[in-house]
Antibody, heavy 113, light 112 residues
Framework: EVQLVESGGGLVQPGGSLRLSCAAS????????MNWVRQAPGKGLEWVSY????????YYADSVKGRFTISRDNAKNSLYLQMNSLRAEDTAVYYC??????WGQGTLVTVSS | DIVMTQTPLSLSVTPGQPASISCKSS???????????LYWYLQKPGQSPQLLIY???SRFSGVPDRFSGSGSGTDFTLKISRVEAEDVGVYYC?????????FGPGTKVDIK
C-alpha cells in the first residue's frame, strides 16, 4: 500500500523556520517526481515546489522562491521542505504528492505571533 | 502560468442522478508526446485530495466506473453517471503540462 506521511508542521512566529518531512513507503520512491502542494484554510490548492526523481531538477512557486528549499533522500525514501522567513500567508496544510497520483494526509503549518 | 477555470462552482445533486463539471484551461494541455495532462481530484471533507482521473480520461486505481473524464485541448468534463452520498466534496481539475502546476478553483458537490 502506497503511503506518504508528512510531519514537521506546527506553530511558528513570522520570520521563523520549519522543516517538513514526507516519509514514503509502498512504492519505488526513487523513481517518482515529487511535489509539495499547500492549501490555506478554507481555500483551494496551490502548488509549492517540484523535485525530479534524482533531485537534479527543482522548481518553486514564485511565492516561496528564495525562502523554501526542497530536497530528497532516496536512500531514506524521504522528501523534505525547508521553510525559512515564514510569513502569515504561508499558513496552510502542506501535502506531499508522488507525481500527480498519491498524496499524503498533510501537515498544518501556522505562522502567527 | 496556465489558468484553470471550473463551472459550476457548486452543485447540489439528488442521489442516483448524473452530475457534470466543466474545466477549461487558458492554454492547450496537449503535450508533444501525444498525452494531454489534465487531472481530476476529489477532496472529501477533512481529507486530502485523491486522484480520480489522469490524462483526461483514465481512471486511477480503485476509482468507480461511474466517474468518467472527457475532453481535449482546453476543454474538459468530469461526469458522474449516478451520484452517491460518498461523492460529496470538492472537485478540482489540475493541469500537469507546465510548471507551476495549477488547479481550478474547485466545484463543491453536495447531496440534495
Amino acid at each position: 500500500e502506497v503511503q506518504l506521511v508528512e510531519s514537521g508542521g506546527g506553530l511558528v512566529q513570522p520570520g521563523g523556520s520549519l522543516r517538513l518531512s514526507c516519509a514514503a513507503s509502498g512504492f519505488t520512491f526513487s523513481s517518482y517526481e515529487m511535489n509539495w502542494v499547500r492549501q490555506a484554510p478554507g481555500k483551494g490548492l496551490e502548488w509549492v515546489s517540484y523535485i525530479s526523481s534524482s533531485g537534479s531538477t527543482i522548481y518553486y512557486a514564485d511565492s516561496v522562491k528564495g525562502r523554501f528549499t526542497i530536497s530528497r533522500d532516496n536512500a531514506k525514501n524521504s522528501l523534505y521542505l525547508q521553510m525559512n522567513s515564514l510569513r502569515a500567508e504561508d499558513t496552510a496544510v502542506y501535502y506531499c504528492a508522488a507525481g500527480c497520483g498519491y498524496w499524503g494526509q498533510g501537515t498544518l503549518v501556522t505562522v502567527s505571533s | 502560468d496556465i489558468v484553470m477555470t471550473q463551472t459550476p462552482l457548486s452543485l447540489s445533486v439528488t442521489p442516483g442522478q448524473p452530475a457534470s463539471i466543466s474545466c477549461k484551461s487558458s492554454q492547450s494541455l496537449l503535450h508533444s508526446d501525444g498525452k494531454t495532462y489534465l487531472y481530476w481530484y476529489l477532496q472529501k471533507p477533512g481529507q486530502s485530495p485523491q486522484l480520480l482521473i489522469y490524462e483526461v480520461s483514465s481512471r486511477f486505481s480503485g476509482v468507480p466506473d461511474r466517474f468518467s473524464g472527457s475532453g481535449s485541448g482546453t476543454d474538459f468534463t468530469l461526469k458522474i453517471s449516478r451520484v452517491e452520498a460518498e461523492d460529496v466534496g470538492v472537485y478540482y481539475c489540475m493541469q500537469g503540462i507546465h510548471l507551476p502546476l495549477t488547479f481550478g478553483p474547485g466545484t463543491k458537490v453536495d447531496i440534495k
